[in-house]
């Protein structure tokens, strides 16, 4: 028989019971028992398999109260409580379904087939037969079926259902893009590396799966409860029965304690914070990582790739007096078009964005550890540290000395100085802000590094941290981690790369930027997507919520069943009252962890 069925028959028992309540009728008591047992059976039949296990339910102090109401002729009474139990496990199960519903529509969202280039024509093909590597075509209006890099076109794409961000993003040749976002300009042509469930939306989807599956602290501590409440009920009931000898308020004491509330709201709240999370950019990998990141009081941040962009930029350029920026840059870039440093690199990269014309040096010599030296248009071009520059016998008394810990490049032409080059890993823009907010919440920011104490110094005093490490291998910022540890810190940590794995694996919780290295994010209990660090801080401040609605759950439980109980045992709440109470606290409290669930995808 189906809930829908079971509930229409005990409202059906209720109906000819209360309507025949009045007259003698010999078979009143066979409808009642015959409904509320044919009814009432997923209850009995739940208490009854708890009880072989050895576990209080609240299944087995209802069948208590329902068989107690039964045996002194309450039979409207005992139909009306199962019928409130049956409708409440109906709307308890709805609630719980719309939490997974709004999880795994994620799935639904991506599109089933994608337009793939092969051969030189571009075919129509189902997804589950796209493969990594194939160019996928993406006409404006489209959702994208792929996670991977655009290879052609430009575009904005709304990534809200991934990243959360409310404003669409420009994508041009490089730029990543997630399987389910909507491109909503121009056609984009992408490089499919990711498909199925090993797209953002398949993460999501094993995140909450393995949720699902693992019992956090805080859930076997509700289990724990609702049990104790249930010995505490039939204890109080016992004692009220003792002392007043009445058989309806010691019903009642049973029927009013309701710790279905925590039981089911406990699961439901981590559940809906896991998709929430997953929703703006971050996949936990369990509920137990979600509520330890609700209580961590360190926060220890990688710099290189986690707090900065990874790869140096030029921050500054400092020319002496007569002389252009640009020319300091043009004359740099010259010396270094056939270098492979990467300081080289980005004054490549910053002569490009300029626009300059950059000609092949008709000589060039490395000088390890010092520089370059090339040879343009008969002039000696000199490229890099001062220690270079006294060796060629070059004046750079008029160069600008750094003090922000960036790297410093000298730049002359026949012999002549033209200026200083400042170049850094430049922070994320997100960073500053990031800190700030984690510092706000109480949290102590630590900045661990294997860079050098200069550059370390430098950015800790930008970002504001309270602690600063550097020159750290990774096993001394392994050890650093475990020393925090032990110390009774909860500590997250947060990295991107090989070297912080051992770190991430050491701490209480350890977060992966998305954009890092397959091992951090293979050690990390939360993945953040892309390489926003603000993502942290939401999560951070998620997990505290979902943590606040189940204490919120808890105490409420602990108030509705204290207040209920005394109440009943002097014999102010009947059985129907004690019912209706018991169900409505219940789903009031479900329906609190509710408040977690992710809003369903457009």
Same mark, same amino acid.
């Given at each position: 028989?189906?809930?829908?069925?079971?509930?229409?028959?005990?409202?059906?028992?209720?109906?000819?019971?209360?309507?025949?309540?009045?007259?003698?009728?010999?078979?009143?008591?066979?409808?009642?028992?015959?409904?509320?047992?044919?009814?009432?059976?997923?209850?009995?039949?739940?208490?009854?398999?708890?009880?072989?296990?050895?576990?209080?339910?609240?299944?087995?102090?209802?069948?208590?109260?329902?068989?107690?109401?039964?045996?002194?002729?309450?039979?409207?009474?005992?139909?009306?409580?199962?019928?409130?139990?049956?409708?409440?496990?109906?709307?308890?199960?709805?609630?719980?379904?719309?939490?997974?519903?709004?999880?795994?529509?994620?799935?639904?969202?991506?599109?089933?087939?994608?337009?793939?280039?092969? &051969?030189?024509?571009?075919?129509?093909?189902?997804?589950?037969?796209?493969?990594?590597?194939?160019?996928?075509?993406?006409?404006?209006?489209?959702?994208?079926?792929?996670?991977?890099?655009?290879?052609?076109?430009?575009?904005?794409?709304?990534?809200?259902?991934?990243?959360?961000?409310?404003?669409?993003?420009?994508?041009?040749?490089?730029?990543?893009?997630?399987?389910?976002?909507?491109?909503?300009?121009?056609?984009?042509?992408?490089?499919?590396?990711?498909?199925?469930?090993?797209?953002?939306?398949?993460?999501?989807?094993?995140?909450?799966?393995?949720?699902?599956?693992?019992?956090?602290?805080?859930?076997?501590?509700?289990?724990?409860?609702?049990? !104790?409440?249930? !010995?505490?009920?039939?204890?109080?009931?016992?004692?009220?029965?003792?002392?007043?000898?009445?058989?309806?308020?010691?019903?009642?004491? /049973?029927?009013?304690?309701?710790?279905?509330? /925590?039981?089911?709201?406990?699961?439901?709240?981590?559940?809906?914070? /896991?998709?929430?999370?997953?929703?703006? &950019?971050?996949?936990?990998?369990?509920?137990?990582?979600?509520?330890?990141?609700?209580?961590?009081?360190?926060?220890?941040?990688?710099?290189? &790739?986690?707090?900065?962009?990874?790869?140096?930029?030029?921050?500054?350029?400092?020319?002496?007096?007569?002389?252009?920026?640009?020319?300091?840059?043009?004359?740099?870039?010259?010396?270094?078009?056939?270098?492979?440093?990467?300081?080289?690199?980005?004054?490549?990269?910053?002569?490009?964005?300029? &626009?300059?014309?950059?000609?092949?040096?008709?000589?060039?010599?490395?000088?390890?550890?010092?520089?370059?030296?090339?040879?343009?248009?008969?002039?000696?071009?000199?490229?890099?540290?001062?220690?270079?520059?006294?060796?060629?016998?070059?004046?750079?008394?008029?160069?600008?000395?750094?003090?922000?810990?960036?790297?410093?490049?000298?730049?002359?032409?026949?012999?002549?100085?033209?200026?200083? /080059?400042?170049?850094?890993?430049?922070?994320?823009?997100?960073?500053?802000?990031?800190?700030?907010?984690?510092?706000?919440?109480?949290?102590?920011?630590?900045?661990?590094?294997?860079?050098?104490?200069?550059?370390?110094?430098?950015?800790?005093?930008?970002?504001?941290?309270?602690?600063?490490?550097?020159?750290?291998?990774?096993?001394?910022?392994?050890?650093?981690?475990?020393?925090?540890?032990?110390?009774?810190?909860?500590?997250?940590?947060?990295?991107?790369?090989?070297?912080?794995?051992?770190?991430?694996?050491?701490?209480?919780?350890?977060?992966?930027?998305?954009?890092?290295?397959?091992?951090?994010?293979?050690?990390?209990?939360?993945?953040?997507?892309?390489?926003?660090?603000?993502?942290?801080?939401?999560?951070?401040?998620?997990?505290?919520?979902?943590?606040?609605?189940?204490?919120?759950?808890?105490?409420?439980?602990?108030?509705?069943?204290?207040?209920?109980?005394?109440?009943?045992?002097?014999?102010?709440?009947?059985?129907?009252?004690?019912?209706?109470?018991?169900?409505?606290?219940?789903?009031?409290?479900?329906?609190?962890?509710?408040?977690?669930?992710?809003?369903?995808?457009?």
């Amino acid at each position: 028989m189906t809930k829908l069925g079971r509930v229409a028959l005990v409202a059906l028992g209720a109906a000819l019971v209360w309507f025949r309540v009045w007259e003698p009728f010999p078979h009143l008591s066979v409808i009642g028992l015959a409904v509320t047992f044919v009814g009432g059976w997923p209850i009995f039949r739940e208490a009854l398999e708890n009880l072989v296990e050895r576990r209080m339910t609240m299944e087995l102090s209802m069948t208590i109260a329902l068989v107690a109401a039964l045996a002194i002729g309450e039979f409207f009474t005992a139909l009306v409580i199962t019928l409130f139990v049956l409708v409440a496990e109906i709307l308890e199960g709805m609630t719980v379904e719309r939490g997974r519903h709004a999880i795994q529509e994620l799935l639904e969202y991506l599109p089933r087939t994608a337009a793939v280039r092969r &051969g030189g024509q571009v075919v129509d093909l189902p997804l589950d037969q796209v493969r990594p590597g194939d160019l996928v075509l993406v006409n404006p209006g489209a959702k994208l079926p792929v996670d991977g890099t655009v290879v052609a076109g430009h575009s904005f794409v709304d990534q809200a259902t991934i990243t959360g961000e409310s404003m669409p993003v420009s994508k041009t040749a490089g730029a990543g893009v997630f399987a389910g976002t909507i491109n909503q300009s121009g056609a984009l042509e992408v490089r499919a590396e990711r498909l199925g469930r090993d797209t953002s939306f398949g993460k999501i989807i094993e995140a909450v799966e393995r949720a699902e599956r693992s019992r956090a602290p805080v859930q076997r501590l509700a289990d724990r409860l609702a049990g !104790y409440l249930v !010995y505490f009920a039939i204890a109080a009931a016992a004692v009220t029965f003792a002392v007043t000898r009445d058989a309806r308020s010691t019903i009642s004491v /049973i029927i009013v304690a309701g710790a279905c509330g /925590i039981a089911a709201g406990t699961p439901l709240a981590i559940l809906g914070a /896991i998709g929430r999370a997953a929703r703006q &950019g971050a996949i936990v990998k369990g509920g137990l990582y979600l509520e330890t990141l609700a209580r961590i009081d360190t926060v220890a941040l990688d710099k290189t &790739g986690t707090l900065t962009f990874g790869a140096p930029e030029v921050r500054e350029v400092h020319p002496v007096a007569g002389v252009a920026p640009a020319s300091v840059i043009e004359a740099a870039a010259i010396a270094e078009r056939r270098s492979e440093h990467p300081l080289g690199k980005a004054i490549l990269t910053r002569a490009d964005a300029l &626009g300059l014309s950059v000609l092949e040096p008709e000589q060039f010599d490395y000088v390890p550890g010092r520089g370059v030296v090339a040879r343009t248009d008969g002039d000696e071009v000199v490229v890099g540290n001062r220690a270079l520059f006294r060796e060629r016998g070059i004046d750079a008394h008029g160069a600008a000395a750094n003090g922000d810990g960036s790297s410093e490049v000298l730049v002359a032409r026949g012999g002549r100085l033209l200026g200083a /080059i400042h170049i850094a890993d430049m922070l994320r823009p997100e960073a500053k802000a990031a800190v700030a907010e984690l510092r706000a919440m109480r949290l102590r920011t630590v900045l661990l590094t294997g860079d050098q104490r200069g550059v370390a110094q430098a950015v800790a005093r930008e970002l504001g941290v309270d602690e600063m490490v550097a020159e750290l291998l990774p096993e001394a910022k392994l050890e650093y981690v475990k020393r925090m540890v032990e110390q009774g810190r909860k500590v997250a940590m947060v990295g991107d790369g090989v070297n912080d794995a051992p770190a991430l694996m050491a701490a209480s919780v350890g977060v992966a930027m998305g954009s890092g290295t397959d091992v951090a994010r293979e050690s990390a209990n939360v993945v953040l997507l892309g390489n926003d660090l603000s993502k942290f801080v939401q999560t951070v401040r998620l997990a505290r919520r979902m943590r606040g609605i189940i204490m919120q759950n808890f105490v409420g439980t602990l108030v509705v069943d204290g207040v209920g109980m005394a109440l009943a045992a002097v014999g102010l709440l009947n059985p129907l009252l004690a019912a209706f109470i018991h169900v409505a606290s219940e789903l009031t409290f479900i329906l609190n962890s509710t408040r977690l669930l992710p809003r369903a995808a457009p």
